[in-house]
């Protein structure tokens, strides 16, 4: 199995079109199922954002989640009484 690192091939801001061409499906400890072979097609989209926007973005993200839990943790308080 050959694995492409990402840094290595999707390296700009564009939407990449796929095609992958499936000999067989593998899960461990199944047998390998050869019945679902085919070609596989679908887009990667490798958005370009700067260093900073991606942090500030986690930073929101991680708030805007301590504010829903908060508010979920308050509304059974009330419901309790």
């Known amino acids: 199995m050959q ?9 700009q801001n564009e939407i990449y079109h796929m095609e992958l061409q ?11 199922d050869f019945t ?3 070609v596989a097609t679908g887009y990667v989209v490798v958005p370009e954002f700067p260093s900073s926007a991606t942090s500030v973005l986690l930073v929101a993200a991680l708030f805007g ?3 829903v839990i908060d508010g979920l ?9």
């Open 3 to 11: 694995l492409i690192q990402k840094h290595s091939f999707f390296q």
């Open 22 to 32: 499936i000999t067989g499906l593998l899960k461990s400890a199944q047998t390998p």
């Open 36 to 38: 679902r072979n085919g």
């Open 65 to 67: 989640g301590m504010i």
């Open 73 to 81: 943790r308050l509304k059974r308080a009330r419901i309790s009484l």
